[in-house]
């Protein structure tokens, strides 16, 4: 049995060291609140590297929010050629409440998965899936 690839555990939101366990308890919409696991409930990673390391995921996230700001202001533009600033602001702010958990949980794994060279992906996880 092969490994996860490191785009899908992404998406799912696995550790990046073993893609196995769950980085995340919660969804990421939902009732429950969505909290990031102190370690990796399979191979123990601890996630937060030192104290206070997610706040560069704020910096992830802005770039995100930016992103998609422009491009649903872009979008609905072409779909409605509104010129009233109204409807776009109505339109961004609620696209930036919607897209909030989306962005404080792919921060953080963005951040993990591509912007530390400390965690690497190890394969000796890879044959143990099912424990």
């Not at 785009?7 to 893609?19: N, T």
């Not at 123990?44 to 929010?65: C, H, K, N, R, T």
């Not at 958990?101 to 965690?119: D, M, V």
């Amino acid at each position: 049995m092969a490994g996860r690839s490191k785009i899908r555990a992404l998406v799912e939101a696995r550790c990046p060291q073993c893609r196995t366990g769950k980085m995340f308890v919660g969804g990421t919409y939902g009732f429950r609140k969505q909290r990031t696991n102190d370690i990796c409930p399979y191979c123990g990673l601890e996630f937060e590297i030192e104290p206070g390391y997610f706040y560069a995921a704020m910096y992830v996230s802005y770039a995100m929010a930016v992103l998609e700001i422009i491009t649903i202001g872009l979008t609905s533009y072409m779909l409605s050629k509104s010129e009233s600033p109204w409807f776009y602001s109505v339109v961004l702010l609620f696209a930036i409440l919607l897209l909030a958990p989306f962005n404080y949980r792919y921060s953080r794994l963005i951040l993990l998965y591509f912007l530390t060279p400390k965690i690497k992906y190890n394969p000796k996880y890879q044959f143990d899936d099912e424990r």
